[in-house]
Every structure is written in C-alpha cells, then in structure tokens.
C-alpha cells in the first residue's frame, strides 16, 4: 500500500504517514527499521505494510480493529 510521509522523529525514528484518504496511521521504530531507511522527510512516497492490531481480542463485532504499521520503505517506480 502506498501513503505520503506526514511526521517523523529521527530520535525517536517514529512518525505518521498520511493513506491516500487523509487518514493518519503511526508508526514506530520497528517499521521504520524494517524498512531499511536512514531518514524520512515530509511529503515524500512511501510504500507500507499492514497488519489489523486488535481483530482477535475477542470484544466482538463493530470493535473497529485498528490498523498497524509494520514495514515503511521509499516508493519506487
């Protein structure tokens, strides 16, 4: 899936990216290392992968499982 780089914190190496739809999704450090990056600025193309958190807790339908970044890396084309 792809998104648009929104906040990052390189002490940190966590931020947000931005879905095609406006959404604001976090990620962590995990991801971004997985990713192999150095750095990430604002604005450029990222592709991610996903993962629903929260879909087997058991709290029943209509829970609204959340989405969980595990891997960001630059888009290529």
Do not use: C, N, W
């Not at 929104?6 to 931005?18: F, H, I, K, M, N």
């Not at 962590?28 to 993962?51: H, K, M, N, S």
């Amino acid at each position: 899936m792809q998104a648009t780089a929104y906040t990052y914190d390189p002490e940190s190496r966590s931020g947000q990216v931005l879905l095609d739809d406006g959404t604001p999704v976090p990620f962590d450090a995990a991801a971004f290392d997985a990713g192999g990056l150095r750095l990430l600025r604002p604005g450029q193309r990222v592709r991610i992968e996903t993962e629903e958190k929260g879909a087997d807790s058991g709290a029943g339908e209509g829970s609204g499982a959340e989405r969980r970044i595990t891997l960001v890396t630059l888009h290529t084309f």
